[in-house]
């Protein structure tokens, strides 16, 4: 399948940088948009199959319990987050209920389950769409706050971090089984023409340094390849072949070097996985990451 067509594992989008916008200095803040892969808490707050607070998950998380995060740690938006010197952006669904909710510091939309298209996990997740709608009520509110100028500037210095389009690839390869090479680029052109309307309504709404991780290599994942033991391809907690029969429950298995695996269940990497790739982001170089790294735009 054509997965590269998407973007890149670990792509860097630089939409149109403004100079009148993107001013230089230190990042204020961090907007995260995506899956599973970032999702810090969202999911606790929905009516969801797809949720991760519960053991064994968090296990070595500051305090050894679960979070909500898909990762026996810290994911890759703390580890930006910490990059940047910055506290992790809140789930948003944690700070919406309040009626003094602070959107300055950063929020974080991700929730496990998204996809580009909306029939990615329907009913499950916060879609990518909601969360940018969700996203055009935080503007509203920092609009109102700091006044349009005075926002506009914030979000030009910010980070918008998105992680999205694995669980799209993923479902479709396992409905579609038998697609011929034509329709499944077919499909992947479709996702491309959505997440540009997508990208464009961030870009409207202020986004100037977008940081965009694509799919990777999902058909590396225990569950795809279940489907076909060494450490790198087996999950760490999980049951079954490659623990990849079953997720992650508190009956499952786990393994004691976790630090040793790339996966910690049948799609999500460990905490030490997130770590290496974010680390990649921030410091790394074509072709993993282009134009610029994360370190060189954070300073534009």
């Known amino acids: 399948m054509a997965v590269a067509s998407v973007i890149a594992c670990c792509s860097l989008v630089i939409m149109a940088l403004m100079a009148a916008a993107a001013t230089a200095g230190s990042v204020p803040a961090v907007y995260v948009f995506g899956d599973s892969l970032a999702d810090v808490g969202n999911n606790n707050h929905l009516l969801t199959l797809l949720k991760a607070d519960f053991s064994h998950n968090g296990m070595d998380y500051a305090g050894g319990k679960a979070t909500g995060r898909f990762s026996n740690g810290k994911n890759s938006a703390d580890f930006l987050a910490d990059k940047l010197g910055l506290a992790t952006s809140p789930p948003y669904l944690a700070l919406s209920s309040s009626s003094n909710a602070n959107y300055v510091n950063g929020v974080s939309f991700a929730s496990g389950g998204a996809g580009v298209s909306n029939a990615t996990n329907k009913n499950q997740c916060i879609t990518f769409d909601k969360q ?146 974010t680390a990649t982001a921030f410091d790394g170089s074509a072709p993993f990451i282009f134009p610029i790294n994360v370190r060189q735009l954070s300073a534009i």
């Not at 986004?207 to 390849?225: D, H, I, Y």
Request: charged share 15%; with cysteine.
């Open 132 to 277: 940018i709608e969700y996203y055009s009520g935080v503007y509203s509110s920092l609009a109102r706050s700091l006044g349009q100028a005075q926002a506009a500037t914030h979000l030009a210095r910010s980070i918008f971090a998105i992680t999205i389009g694995s669980n799209d690839i993923i479902h479709y390869a396992k409905a579609n089984n038998a697609a011929t090479p034509s329709q499944q680029q077919q499909y992947v052109d479709a996702l491309i023409q959505s997440l540009s309307g997508q990208l464009q309504s961030l870009y409207n709404l202020g986004a100037r340094k977008v940081l965009f991780l694509g799919t990777g290599p999902v058909g590396c994942t225990p569950s795809l390849r279940e489907m076909s033991s060494a450490k790198a391809k087996a999950a760490c907690c999980g049951l079954g072949d490659m623990n990849a029969k079953i997720a992650c429950t508190p009956l499952s298995s786990y393994c004691a070097n976790r630090s040793d695996h790339v996966f910690w269940d049948f799609y999500h990497p460990t905490e030490a996985t997130a770590q290496k790739l």
